[in-house]
């Protein structure tokens, strides 16, 4: 019932921009801690930035911290990542995920921590 669908992922150029969405439904998302989460292949799944729960503090991982910006938009029950400058290197399935939990909490905890899970979307950065 609880459901998240990621969009936006695509093919961009180094230095190029992408705006990926995690559209919630069956339950409110401003009550939940959204993650982004990334895993390349042959690589462990690693954090990418998460924004604790309404009306939500967002934190980026050292590697894209100067590059993306997560945010919130209550109104559409939707969670964004916006990417800028991106880098080979960014190249992975990209995933959202919720975690139940008050607004005081830190969102910046492992991947198991979470309890609902998209499906995931490429983002490969290529020239």
């Known amino acids: 019932q609880l459901q998240l669908v990621e969009s936006g992922g695509g093919l961009v150029q180094p230095g190029g921009s992408l705006r990926l969405s995690c559209a919630a439904s069956?339950?409110?998302?401003?009550?939940?801690?959204i993650g982004w989460f990334r895993q390349a292949p042959g690589k462990e799944r690693e954090g990418v930035s998460c924004?604790?729960?309404?009306?939500?503090?967002?934190y980026s991982t050292g590697s894209v911290k100067d590059r993306f910006t997560i945010s919130r938009d209550n109104d559409k029950n939707t969670v964004y990542l916006q990417m800028n400058s991106l880098k080979p290197e960014d190249t992975a399935v990209y995933y959202c995920?919720?975690?139940?939990?008050?607004?005081?909490?830190?969102?910046?905890?492992?991947?198991?921590?979470?309890?609902?899970w998209g499906q995931g979307t490429q983002v490969t950065v290529s020239s």
């Open positions: 995920a919720a975690m139940y939990s008050d607004y005081r909490e830190d969102c910046r905890r492992p991947a198991y921590d979470y309890d609902y």
């Open positions: 069956g339950f409110t998302a401003d009550s939940y801690a």
């Open positions: 924004i604790s729960s309404s009306p939500g503090t967002g």
